[in-house]
C-alpha cells in the first residue's frame, strides 16, 4: 500500500486530503434479474414478509441455517421479530430480495463504520429459490455498486472458516481473503475461527466491469459461472 514518511523518518498511511464520512442511503436498488427492498425496523411492509415467510417455509431442510447466528426460523412472528431488531447487529440495513413475483431471501449491511469508509456485506439468506442464479450474483453487484458510489473505501465479508462455500463465494465474488481471526466469537455455543475477506475502492473499477459484461451477457437465470454463489 502506498505510503509516506513523517518528520521522523518513520513510514506512515498516507494523508487523506478532505475525507468527509460517508452518508448511505438506504434504497430500492434496482437490476436486471432483482430488486433489493429496504426492510428496516420501523419500516417493515406485511405483505413482503408474509412472501418471504412462505419461501422460507419452502426450504427442504435446515442446512441454510448452519452457520448464520440463529437457528431456522419457526414462524411469521420470529420472522418479523429479527426484521425490527436488525437480527441483533448494530446499526445495519436489511434488504429482501425480489425476484419475479417472489421474495427469495435478504442479505444485510452490517457494522457501519462511515467515519472510516468501511462497512460489510453479511447476515445472507439465499433460498434454495435463488441458490446459483443470476439474481444472487446481481444482488452482491448491487450492494457493491452502492456502497462504493455512497463513498465507502472498504467492504468486507466475514464467514465461519468451515463455510467453504461462503468463502469460495468471497473469492469468486471479488473479494480478497485478508486472514483468519482464530477463536473470534462463539456462534450457538460453538467456536467459530472467522475467514474475513474485502474488497477496496481500487479494486471496484475492473471489477465492476467484469460484473456488468457478466450481467449483459444474458445468461438465463439457474446457470452456473464463475460470479455465482
Known amino acids: 500500500m502506498p505510503q509516506q514518511y513523517n518528520q521522523w523518518g518513520q513510514a506512515v498511511g498516507m494523508t487523506l486530503a ?16 432483482v430488486r433489493l427492498i429496504p426492510m428496516l ?20 431442510d435446515e442446512r441454510c441455517w448452519t452457520y448464520l447466528p440463529y437457528s431456522q426460523i419457526q414462524s411469521m412472528q420470529q420472522l418479523r421479530d429479527y426484521f425490527q431488531q436488525s437480527f441483533h447487529f448494530t446499526g ?13 431471501g435478504w442479505i444485510g449491511l452490517l457494522n457501519v463504520r462511515p467515519a472510516h469508509a468501511v462497512i460489510e456485506i453479511g447476515n445472507v439468506f ?28 472498504r467492504v468486507e465479508w466475514k464467514c465461519d472458516d468451515l463455510n467453504t462455500p461462503s468463502k469460495n463465494a468471497a473469492l469468486r465474488f471479488g473479494f480478497q481473503f485478508e486472514g483468519l481471526f482464530r477463536q473470534h466469537v462463539i456462534v450457538k455455543g460453538r467456536n467459530r475461527d472467522t475467514a474475513w475477506f474485502a474488497m477496496l475502492d481500487q ?23 464463475e460470479f455465482i454463489l
Not at 54 to 60: A, S, W
Not at 92 to 104: F, K, L, P, T
Not at 126 to 152: D, H, P, Q, V, W
Not at 203 to 225: C, E, F, G, I, V
Open 203 to 225: 479494486d471496484w473499477p475492473m471489477l465492476s466491469q467484469a460484473y456488468a459484461a457478466w450481467l449483459n451477457s444474458k445468461r438465463p437465470l439457474n446457470t452456473p459461472s
Open 41 to 60: 425496523p420501523d419500516q417493515l411492509d406485511d405483505s413482503l414478509l408474509q412472501r418471504l415467510w412462505q419461501t422460507v417455509q419452502l426450504e427442504p
Open 126 to 153: 439465499f433460498s434454495s429459490l435463488m441458490k446459483r442464479s443470476t439474481a444472487a450474483t446481481e444482488t452482491i453487484y448491487l450492494l457493491l455498486k452502492a456502497c462504493f458510489s455512497a463513498g465507502y473505501r
Open 92 to 104: 445495519s440495513m436489511h434488504y429482501v430480495i425480489e425476484v419475479g413475483d417472489a421474495i427469495v
Open 18 to 33: 478532505q475525507f468527509v464520512p460517508c452518508q448511505f442511503r438506504c434504497k430500492t436498488e434496482e437490476g436486471q434479474s
